[in-house]
């Protein structure tokens, strides 16, 4: 299993960016993925994901409103669309795969548990989001 990562930039803050996630390996109908971003000095806080086998997503409050999670099943591509961009989003985004089952992941987004890197794995190598004036 294979993420590339791509479509990280500089904007200024109120922008909008996508950045884009390429999978090879894996089927993203038979997978939950996440984003994640890690900023400088801070732990990696996951923002956004998707279960393969009914699209549902789940998003922190932190991101809620702003961020959007998609995928081209056709490219096997994972997209996170980010609006209103605000200088705390300046962090490295990355994409992985979910360990768990689809099923059990699907119930700890309805009970809001939040997503922990630990259980996700096949890190790519992420891309640089500086969101600044």
């Known amino acids: 299993v294979q993420f590339v990562e791509s479509g990280g930039d500089l904007v200024q803050p109120g922008g909008s960016l996508r950045i884009s996630c390429v999978v090879s390996g894996l089927r993203l109908e038979h997978s939950a993925i996440g984003w994640f971003r890690q900023a400088p000095g801070k732990e990696r806080e996951g923002v956004a994901c998707?279960?393969?086998?009914?699209?549902?997503?789940w998003y922190p409050d932190s991101v809620k409103g702003r961020f959007t999670i998609s995928t081209d099943k056709h490219n096997n591509t994972v997209y996170l669309q980010m609006n209103n961009l605000k200088p705390d989003d300046t962090a490295v985004y990355y994409c992985?795969?979910?360990?768990?089952?689809?099923?059990?992941?699907?119930?700890?987004?309805?009970?809001?548990?939040?997503?922990?890197?630990?259980?996700?794995?096949?890190w790519g190598q992420g891309t640089q989001v500086t969101i600044s004036s």
């Open positions: 998707i279960i393969g086998m009914d699209d549902s997503t």
């Open positions: 992985a795969v979910d360990r768990l089952p689809m099923s059990l992941r699907a119930v700890k987004n309805r009970a809001g548990d939040g997503l922990s890197s630990e259980e996700f794995g096949a």
